[in-house]
């Protein structure tokens, strides 16, 4: 028997059951509907999914800060032969499958400019003017080089690594934490250049392209249709407004972004997006979820669009790529908290208690892992786990993008300490600031993302904790860093 047993592991551990990612029963029931239903997203069929080519993920390098690479780096990097660096039938282990998963999460998707260009990284003035941050060796972990042909040196990006990964003060790399690259400011400064080259109009032009894929028809007095009137200057201020931590991504908004979800514990998280969009009940759901956001978010439908012929995606990730990606998620350990339990962390664990903050905010997870509804929708759906409050937060975002379910899903507080900006758009920079009572006031400043008119001057809601006094809310802070 034990023989028996041994040999059932040996062969789980050589075949990994690999889910099949674009199943259409777990497609269908992926997502919670939007808010209003009738423009819920209608994802590709299985056949076209499986008919888009896979990615071939090519062996990548690090990219250095200016002063930081090593010597001869840039000459040894024009011999280098080109690798494919993924092959599933050499994974054996379920380390083996991590490690793999590591590189599909550092893998850049796009080898062209995004946010920055190979000669601004190799400039000391960018990453002053950007505040980009460089990790302890001196790389800058947000891209990589590509060598797909011998002697030809690619600029890569657009990886989960660019957005999903932190630089704390000491240099400490944090891969799968709320990221700090400054992705849409780089961007602010792209555009300028670009405008330089192309000339304004031209480059205005590209943008609007661009931003019309956050656009909602359903919607009339869509906020994301302002970048059709808005000028050059108007463009750039919106995206030097987006602070990092805080990015317009695939499927969001140029003018109502969203805070980077941190995606330490994630297997924990029975919603992914701000907005709960996403179900995860395995890791197959995780792989799908991945999918979508990288790549097959460009053939999604909606409501009276769904007849339109919307372009395919340019590649897909495979089964075997997505799975050791999400392994790898599962894998990621927090960075060592430095914050001690002291007297004052004592003070504030009590008044978390006493508070009721653990209603929502529920230990060991710090997430009951529920939804809240917003003001100005009223909530149909049964099936999802949303909580009878409302705490009264900005709605635009659940209520006017793609992933606008009309709810927000109740986020983890564990590893606050290396995290921020705070709010679903990252309107608070610091803890201190969430909990500061100014916020709720119109002649306030938000620390944190201000909106892309500088015109947003209050952070509204989840006044929880907002009454204590100041020694309270210093306690509570103190307990919330050790978490």
Same mark, same amino acid.
């Given at each position: 028997m034990k023989?028996?047993?041994?040999?059932?592991i040996v062969v789980?551990?050589?075949?990994?059951?690999?889910?099949? &990612?674009w199943?259409?029963?777990?497609v269908?029931?992926?997502?919670?509907?939007l808010?209003d %239903? %009738?423009?819920?997203?209608? !994802?590709i069929?299985?056949?076209?999914y499986?008919?888009? *080519?896979?990615?071939?993920?090519?062996?990548?390098?690090p990219?250095?800060?200016?002063?930081?690479?090593?010597?001869g780096?840039?000459?040894w990097?024009?011999?280098?032969?080109p690798q494919?660096a993924f092959?599933?039938s050499?994974?054996?282990?379920?380390?083996e499958? &991590?490690?793999?998963?590591?590189i599909?999460?550092?893998a850049p998707t796009?080898?062209h400019? &995004?946010?920055f260009t190979?000669?601004q990284?190799?400039?000391?003035d960018?990453?002053k003017?950007m505040? @980009?941050?460089v990790?302890?060796?001196?790389t800058v972990p947000?891209?990589?080089?590509?060598v797909r042909?011998k002697?030809?040196v690619?600029l890569?990006? @657009?990886?989960?690594?660019?957005?999903h990964?932190?630089?704390l003060?000491d240099?400490?790399?944090?891969?799968?934490a709320?990221g700090?690259?400054?992705?849409?400011?780089?961007?602010?400064l792209l555009?300028?250049?670009l405008a330089r080259i192309l000339g304004?109009?031209?480059?205005?032009?590209?943008?609007?392209?661009?931003a019309?894929?956050?656009e909602?028809?359903?919607?009339?007095?869509?906020i994301?249709?302002l970048?059709?009137?808005?000028s050059?200057?108007?463009?750039?201020a919106?995206?030097?407004a987006?602070?990092?931590?805080v990015t317009?991504r695939?499927n969001t908004?140029?003018?109502?972004?969203?805070?980077?979800p941190?995606?330490?514990?994630v %297997?924990e998280?029975?919603?992914?997006?701000h907005?709960g969009?996403v179900r995860?009940?395995n890791i /197959?759901?995780?792989m %799908?979820?991945?999918?979508?956001a990288?790549?097959i978010?460009?053939?999604?439908?909606?409501?009276?669009?769904n007849?339109e012929?919307?372009?395919?995606?340019?590649?897909r990730?495979?089964?075997p790529?997505l799975?050791?990606?999400?392994?790898?998620l599962?894998?990621?350990p927090?960075?060592?908290?430095p914050?001690?339990?002291?007297?004052s962390a004592?003070?504030?664990k009590?008044?978390?208690?006493?508070?009721?903050c653990s209603s929502? !905010?529920t230990? *060991?997870?710090?997430t009951n892992n529920?939804?809240?509804a917003?003001?100005g929708?009223e909530s149909?759906d049964?099936?999802?786990d949303?909580?009878?409050?409302?705490?009264?937060?900005?709605?635009r975002?659940?209520?006017?993008? !793609?992933?606008?379910t009309?709810?927000y899903?109740?986020?983890?507080l564990?590893g606050?300490?290396?995290?921020g900006?705070?709010? !679903?758009?990252g309107?608070a920079?610091?803890?201190?600031d969430?909990f500061?009572?100014?916020r709720?006031?119109?002649?306030?400043? *938000?620390t944190g993302f201000?909106g892309?008119? /500088?015109k947003t001057?209050s952070?509204?809601g989840h006044?929880? /904790?907002?009454d204590?006094?100041?020694?309270?809310?210093?306690?509570?802070?103190?307990?919330l860093?050790?978490l």
């Amino acid at each position: 028997m034990k023989f028996v047993a041994l040999f059932l592991i040996v062969v789980f551990a050589l075949e990994p059951d690999v889910p099949r &990612v674009w199943d259409k029963n777990a497609v269908d029931t992926l997502e919670l509907p939007l808010a209003d %239903r %009738r423009f819920s997203p209608v !994802h590709i069929g299985e056949a076209a999914y499986y008919s888009t *080519p896979e990615r071939v993920i090519y062996k990548s390098y690090p990219v250095y800060a200016p002063g930081r690479e090593p010597a001869g780096y840039k000459e040894w990097l024009q011999t280098v032969e080109p690798q494919v660096a993924f092959d599933p039938s050499a994974l054996k282990t379920q380390k083996e499958w &991590v490690a793999a998963g590591e590189i599909i999460f550092d893998a850049p998707t796009s080898l062209h400019p &995004v946010f920055f260009t190979a000669e601004q990284l190799r400039d000391p003035d960018f990453f002053k003017e950007m505040g @980009m941050p460089v990790a302890k060796d001196g790389t800058v972990p947000f891209a990589q080089w590509v060598v797909r042909r011998k002697g030809v040196v690619e600029l890569g990006s @657009m990886s989960c690594a660019t957005c999903h990964t932190r630089v704390l003060k000491d240099g400490t790399v944090v891969p799968g934490a709320q990221g700090n690259n400054p992705n849409d400011r780089e961007g602010a400064l792209l555009l300028r250049g670009l405008a330089r080259i192309l000339g304004q109009e031209k480059a205005v032009a590209q943008v609007r392209t661009f931003a019309r894929q956050f656009e909602l028809p359903w919607l009339p007095d869509d906020i994301n249709r302002l970048p059709e009137s808005m000028s050059l200057d108007e463009l750039v201020a919106a995206g030097e407004a987006i602070p990092p931590g805080v990015t317009a991504r695939a499927n969001t908004s140029i003018l109502l972004p969203p805070q980077i979800p941190d995606l330490i514990g994630v %297997r924990e998280r029975r919603y992914l997006d701000h907005t709960g969009l996403v179900r995860q009940r395995n890791i /197959g759901d995780l792989m %799908r979820y991945s999918s979508l956001a990288q790549d097959i978010y460009v053939s999604d439908r909606y409501g009276p669009a769904n007849s339109e012929n919307r372009p395919a995606p340019a590649f897909r990730y495979s089964d075997p790529q997505l799975y050791a990606l999400g392994l790898y998620l599962y894998s990621l350990p927090p960075p060592p908290n430095p914050n001690q339990f002291n007297a004052s962390a004592a003070r504030g664990k009590v008044l978390f208690a006493t508070e009721k903050c653990s209603s929502c !905010h529920t230990p *060991p997870l710090y997430t009951n892992n529920k939804l809240v509804a917003v003001e100005g929708f009223e909530s149909p759906d049964s099936e999802a786990d949303v909580m009878p409050v409302r705490i009264a937060v900005d709605p635009r975002y659940t209520l006017q993008t !793609h992933k606008g379910t009309g709810y927000y899903k109740v986020p983890s507080l564990r590893g606050v300490w290396y995290r921020g900006p705070f709010g !679903h758009n990252g309107s608070a920079a610091t803890l201190e600031d969430w909990f500061d009572p100014a916020r709720l006031s119109q002649n306030y400043v *938000p620390t944190g993302f201000k909106g892309y008119d /500088g015109k947003t001057r209050s952070i509204p809601g989840h006044r929880f /904790g907002l009454d204590l006094s100041p020694s309270e809310r210093r306690d509570i802070i103190a307990f919330l860093k050790t978490l």
